[in-house]
């Protein structure tokens, strides 16, 4: 084992399976569809906004482009879509002034890196000074989904099973197809972006928590990062909230979609955690499939064929899917959110985000304004 010391990291756990979400919305101009670098001034209209139980509503980004909506802590998907269709109804009431609408998706369809304006904190300066040029183009956005987990010593099990399903949730939420305004040939753009900070990517699957304490003493003591918050991995622990928090989604285009996603990712946790409880070993695959997996969902989305099982056999997403979703309705129905889990079949009937910006780049010999338009008509839905 790597390290002579370990860096205790405590796991207070969550009594029950709650749920907390964290969307990151742009800011666009409503004439230009460009973004809009006016974040600060949205914070300054919103004033200091708190949930019941402390938590900041609306959080600021790297890029002074964003807003991130936080909820509070919640038993159940609607509680939280509630949350953030409350919060969504303010910050477009402090935008809608300044001349700027608001959407969602992975990646922007045609603007310029180099146009936006950083938020300043001791944080994001060190971030940029470390990455440089990979971090200056970090011009996309996410969905972070929170699970309360019980324990430290179930974290790692779950979190090396929920690899298996990596690339559905990828697949489901792809939706940064152009990048600079051109159309790159990937369904997710952004999940190749991100992997290039060098904290961020697929998590290191650790048998146990104790060896995960071993990773964060060497991170820590070579400065790797210097808090836990500085791992950016695409699954991750979080211990201060007693939490696995799911980052894989791209930026997802409308609230029903948003509803559905925090529902399979729900029910994927609840479902490796009581199969835990039950003596179950959880199924994994190598890490080399997870790989795989990941840049083959990025690549061809709702069409990609990935890998199952540590036997290296093979599936077209979109049928794997179907019966994973049947095998989680029952959870579904336990967590109450049953509606917003039969919601992510109707994801490939309509098409992905990814899928729909192409379709209207099409339709208007590819003008991407007219993408931007659609993505914020979408985000009510």
């Keep these: 084992m790597a390290g002579t010391a370990i860096a205790r990291v405590p796991f207070p756990g969550s009594p029950r399976p709650t749920i907390g979400i964290e969307w990151e919305i742009a800011l666009v101009d409503k004439v230009t569809r460009d973004l809009s670098n006016t974040a600060a001034a949205v914070f300054d209209s919103l004033g200091d906004l708190h949930a019941h139980d402390g938590t900041p509503q609306v959080t600021k980004e790297l890029l002074r482009n964003t807003v991130e909506l936080v909820t509070g802590v919640h038993n159940t998907v609607g509680e939280a879509v509630d949350d953030l269709r409350g919060t969504m109804d303010i910050v477009r009431r402090a935008a809608d002034p300044l001349g700027v609408d608001l959407f969602c998706a992975g990646t922007h369809p045609f603007a310029q890196w180099s146009a936006q304006q950083l938020t300043r904190s001791a944080h994001y300066d060190e971030l940029i000074d470390r990455t440089q040029w990979w971090g200056r183009q970090m011009m996309i956005w996410g969905v972070h989904v929170h699970v309360g987990v019980s324990h430290a010593d179930k974290v790692f099990p779950i979190l090396n099973s929920l690899l298996l399903s990596?690339?559905?949730?990828?697949?489901?939420?792809?939706?940064?197809?152009?990048?600079?305004?051109?159309?790159?040939?990937?369904?997710?753009?952004?999940?190749?972006?991100?992997?290039?900070?060098?904290?961020?990517?697929?998590?290191?699957?650790?048998?146990?928590?104790?060896?995960?304490?071993?990773?964060?003493?060497?991170?820590?003591?070579?400065?790797?990062?210097?808090?836990?918050?500085?791992?950016?991995?695409?699954?991750?622990?979080?211990?201060?909230?007693?939490?696995?928090?799911?980052?894989?989604?791209?930026?997802?285009?409308?609230?029903?979609?948003?509803?559905?996603?925090?529902?399979?990712?729900?029910?994927?946790?609840?479902?490796?955690?009581?199969?835990?409880?039950?003596?179950?070993?959880?199924?994994?695959?190598?890490?080399?499939?997870?790989?795989?997996?990941?840049?083959?969902?990025?690549?061809?989305?709702?069409?990609?064929?990935?890998?199952?099982?540590?036997?290296?056999?093979?599936?077209?997403?979109?049928?794997?899917?179907?019966?994973?979703?049947?095998?989680?309705?029952?959870?579904?129905?336990?967590?109450?959110?049953?509606?917003?889990?039969?919601?992510?079949?109707?994801?490939?009937?309509?098409?992905?985000?990814?899928?729909?910006?192409?379709?209207?780049?099409?339709?208007?010999?590819?003008?991407?304004v007219a993408v931007v338009d659609a993505l914020v008509k979408e985000l009510d839905q």
């Design 166 to 368: 990596y690339p559905h949730l990828l697949s489901l939420s792809a939706s940064s197809p152009m990048w600079a305004g051109a159309d790159t040939g990937y369904a997710s753009n952004r999940t190749l972006m991100f992997q290039q900070l060098p904290t961020a990517g697929l998590p290191f699957q650790f048998e146990n928590w104790t060896q995960f304490e071993y990773f964060v003493h060497d991170q820590m003591k070579t400065g790797v990062f210097e808090q836990l918050g500085g791992m950016h991995w695409d699954i991750r622990p979080a211990p201060k909230w007693g939490t696995i928090e799911v980052r894989v989604c791209d930026g997802i285009s409308t609230r029903a979609e948003l509803a559905a996603m925090a529902a399979l990712i729900h029910c994927l946790i609840v479902d490796l955690d009581q199969r835990l409880d039950n003596g179950e070993t959880l199924p994994t695959i190598p890490p080399w499939h997870v790989q795989e997996n990941k840049w083959r969902a990025a690549r061809y989305g709702l069409d990609a064929i990935v890998i199952v099982d540590d036997d290296s056999n093979e599936r077209l997403v979109t049928d794997d899917l179907m019966d994973l979703l049947q095998r989680l309705e029952p959870t579904a129905k336990r967590l109450g959110c049953a509606d917003e889990l039969a919601l992510v079949a109707e994801i490939p009937q309509r098409g992905a985000s990814y899928q729909r910006q192409r379709k209207v780049a099409a339709s208007t010999q590819g003008d991407l």
